[in-house]
Antibody, heavy 117, light 106 residues
Framework: VHLVQSGAEMKKPGASVKVSCKSSGYTFSDYYVHWVRQAPGQGLEWLGRIDPKSGGTNYAQKFQGRVTMTRDTSTTTAYLELYRLASDDAAVYYC???????????WGQGTRVTVSS | DIQMTQSPSFVSASLGDRVMITCRASQTIDNSVNWYQQKPGKAPKLLIYGASNLQSGVPSGFFGSGSGTDFTLTITNLQPEDYATYFCQQTYSISQTFGQGTKVEI
């Protein structure tokens, strides 16, 4: 199982960022993909999840209206798009495959997003 | 959201020691707790799922226990490679949340 994310991004405040996460080694449509971020020196924060089979999503309330998660089943790739970036959105963004008991058993390598004017 | 209060924030321990990290949930969450290890610059690694189940490939020195609101990760016979930060996570709610983390220094 591998999840490979897109490269680092540098954005200005107010811009949007789109991060990709390509999955391999398992049946993509059978497991949720979660998105989690980690600001520098901070803990882990869940942004939401997508059901690759249906495209259905659940977002953390904090990000409602500012995040979109999508997927392309033909390329087994999940996407996270975050809008209206602010300085406190600077973080490493991770995708992760859902495992037993809602855990995340395989993670991408992370994508660093820098927000600076 | 369900809050996960993790303690201690930092622990200094010697090789061979036993370390215990606790998480308390703000409401009962059955056994819906998972534990992760994270090393600097790396993604988290799943250690324990469902409060007490050892993830495949994880050494047997990691032990999870608890149910309801109180959960514990025990690391026995501390090894140099166990230096890391550990996080608990609740998945009782769709909107999952993590504890603040515990840094283990050897």
């Amino acid at each position: 199982v591998h999840l490979v994310q897109s490269g680092a991004e540098m954005k200005k405040p107010g811009a949007s960022v789109k991060v990709s996460c390509k999955s391999s080694g398992y049946t993509f449509s059978d497991y949720y993909v979660h998105w989690v971020r980690q600001a520098p020196g901070q803990g882990l924060e869940w942004l939401g999840r997508i059901d690759p089979k249906s495209g259905g999503t659940n977002y953390a309330q904090k990000f409602q209206g500012r995040v979109t998660m999508t997927r392309d089943t033909s390329t087994t790739t999940a996407y996270l798009e975050l809008y209206r970036l602010a300085s406190d959105d600077a973080a490493v963004y991770y995708c992760a495959k859902s495992g037993s008991h809602g855990s995340s058993d395989y993670w991408g390598q992370g994508t660093r997003v820098t927000v600076s004017s | 959201d369900i809050q996960m209060t993790q303690s201690p924030s930092f622990v200094s321990a010697s090789l061979g020691d036993r370390v215990m990290i606790t998480c308390r949930a703000s409401q009962t969450i059955d056994n819906s707790v998972n534990w992760y290890q994270q090393k600097p610059g790396k993604a988290p690694k799943l250690l324990i799922y469902g409060a007490s189940n050892l993830q495949s490939g994880v050494p047997s020195g990691f032990f999870g226990s608890g149910s309801g609101t109180d959960f514990t990760l025990t690391i026995t016979n501390l090894q140099p490679e166990d230096y890391a930060t550990y996080f608990c996570q609740q998945t009782y709610s769709i909107s999952q949340t993590f504890g603040q983390g515990t840094k283990v220094e050897i």
